[in-house]
């Protein structure tokens, strides 16, 4: 089986499987963040964001089955070490196509707590179901996947890509992905959803839109931080984005850094782009007047940033809809 390290460690040498043994580990701190959609019709849609269910408030009894299973995780999954929680935060929100779980699960133990927070993001999952089901037999899980985790020997992880939602069928994508897929990639840049402190709405909002281009999406969570704001976007030029969507951070506050991030990386700027993306609000939102939105290129790679309001977001994407495919053909030096 090769290496200790390279082995199944729920897995003994002869093939049985058995709970690893961490007496050995030293206690640390260890935190880990999950995530679930449950894809559901309009009407249950509807009736969640009204709170008509009748069967009653889905979203608390949802968030309270959560937080409760995470206790339950050794029962569950045997191989499971019980452990000590020492914190527990769902977020649950109601998107137009669903309803997004996302969980924080904090331990100071010696193993890691990755299944715990998985099990409340998949739980909560299961009794949104349980609630709608009487309108939308179809609801379904569309994923549920661990986000991130620190600490432990195995350091901190992070996901950088995300699962399409498909409300209507279980079934693949209906859009072909290749090797030619263009690739969009996506920021987040927020320090209070960076930590866990709340879900990210718009970067799953941007993905979910550029999915529905026919593009494949590669995901990035950064803080407020003109390092990681750089290297998150150096890293997707390098994957083969064609196109960079940055969102948050575009504000007057003294944590808004995105556009002193990004302008000297960029090799030209797009100042017609830049003034619709601006404008696209103003009149919408008092904050539009304020919004400091560039576009512009790194080589043959476009960025647009937008701000981290999801109304914000919709608008900047309705601008970038009329232009995209005008882009991807000029950044390919295709003909006028």
């Known amino acids: 089986m090769g290496k200790e390290s390279d082995r199944l460690t729920h897995v003994t040498a002869a093939g049985h499987v058995h709970m690893v043994d961490v007496a050995h580990k030293a206690v640390t701190e260890r935190i880990a963040h999950a995530s679930s959609f449950v894809s559901c019709n309009t009407e249950a849609v509807r009736l969640l964001r009204s709170g008509e269910l009748k069967k009653g408030d889905a979203l608390a009894v949802a968030r309270v089955a959560a937080i409760a299973s995470v206790k339950k995780t050794p029962d569950l999954i045997p191989l499971c070490h019980p452990i000590a929680i020492t914190g527990v935060k769902v977020e649950i929100t109601v998107q137009d196509e669903g309803v997004h779980t996302q969980t924080r ?36 899980i ?11 020997r195995s350091g901190e992880w992070t996901r950088t890509s995300t699962p399409p939602v498909d409300s209507k069928t279980d079934a693949p994508p209906t859009q072909p992905t290749t090797k030619d897929t263009p690739v969009v990639g996506v920021v987040t840049i927020s320090d209070r959803s960076f930590t866990g402190e709340r879900p990210d709405h718009t970067g799953p909002a941007i993905t979910e839109h550029v999915q529905g281009w026919g593009h494949l999406v590669d995901n990035r969570l950064t803080p407020d931080d003109i390092t990681h704001i750089r290297t998150a976007i150096t890293d997707l030029q390098g994957a083969g984005a064609w196109l960079i969507i940055t969102t948050g951070g575009t504000g007057i506050t003294s944590r808004d850094l995105t556009p002193q991030a990004v302008t000297p990386m960029l090799s030209t700027t797009l100042p017609a782009l830049t003034n619709a993306l601006q404008n696209s609000g103003i009149g919408k939102a008092p904050g539009a007047l304020l919004s400091r939105s560039i576009a512009g290129l790194i080589d043959r790679t476009a960025v647009v940033t937008l701000p981290g309001s999801p109304h914000a977001v919709r608008d900047g994407l309705a601008i970038l809809d009329t232009v995209r495919e005008h882009l991807h053909s000029q950044l390919a030096d295709a003909d006028h």
């Open 105 to 140: 699960v904090t331990t100071t133990d010696r193993t890691g707590i990755e299944m715990e927070a998985l099990t409340a993001a998949t739980t909560a999952a299961l009794n949104i179901i349980d609630m709608i089901k009487a309108v939308d037999r179809g609801a379904h």
């Open 142 to 152: 569309s994923y549920a996947r661990i986000d991130h985790k620190a600490g432990g």
